[in-house]
């Protein structure tokens, strides 16, 4: 029988597939981009979603619910007033996995994790020339 095989368990133990993919998740929201194997590619996909999900939410029980999860207050905070506003208007569909070319070492199929709506750099550009002109 093949009842409760739906985690993909990546070949760790509980405890480190969960720092693993919090991790990544981590990494995600701080670079909003990150290059990994396809398996932890898709594992994260779906964390990442429902963290997001909380963020939009902006409740008090959202976001304990994302600090169990990050374990980091000043990236929650990102979360719920940056991340989370540039999707405010999409029901889902937060990210995207593009596959790579192998890993040169051992084969395995690399794979870039990012999130589909990127942060504008029109508007970084714009502060950094009025800073310029003060």
């Known amino acids: ?3 409760g095989d739906k985690v993909k368990k990546l070949k760790r133990t509980k405890e480190h597939r969960i720092a693993t993919l919090r991790n990544l998740v981590r ?3 701080t670079y909003e981009s990150i290059k ?3 398996p932890k590619a898709k594992a994260v996909r779906s964390l990442v979603e ?3 999900t909380y963020g939009k939410e902006n409740t008090l029980a959202s976001r304990r619910l994302a600090i169990r999860h990050l374990q980091d207050k000043k990236l929650v905070h990102k979360l719920f007033t940056d991340i989370a506003d540039r ?3 999409r029901d889902g569909g937060y990210t995207r996995v593009y596959r790579l070319y192998p890993r040169r070492g051992d084969g395995a199929e690399m794979a870039v994790l990012e999130l589909t709506v990127k942060k504008e750099k029109k508007e970084e550009k714009k502060e950094k020339k009025k ?4």
């Open 131 to 134: 800073k310029g002109k003060k």
């Open 27 to 29: 990494s995600l929201f």
């Open 50 to 52: 429902r963290l997001i």
């Open 1 to 3: 029988m093949r009842h």
């Open 36 to 38: 990994t194997t396809m």
């Open 87 to 89: 999707f405010k208007d």
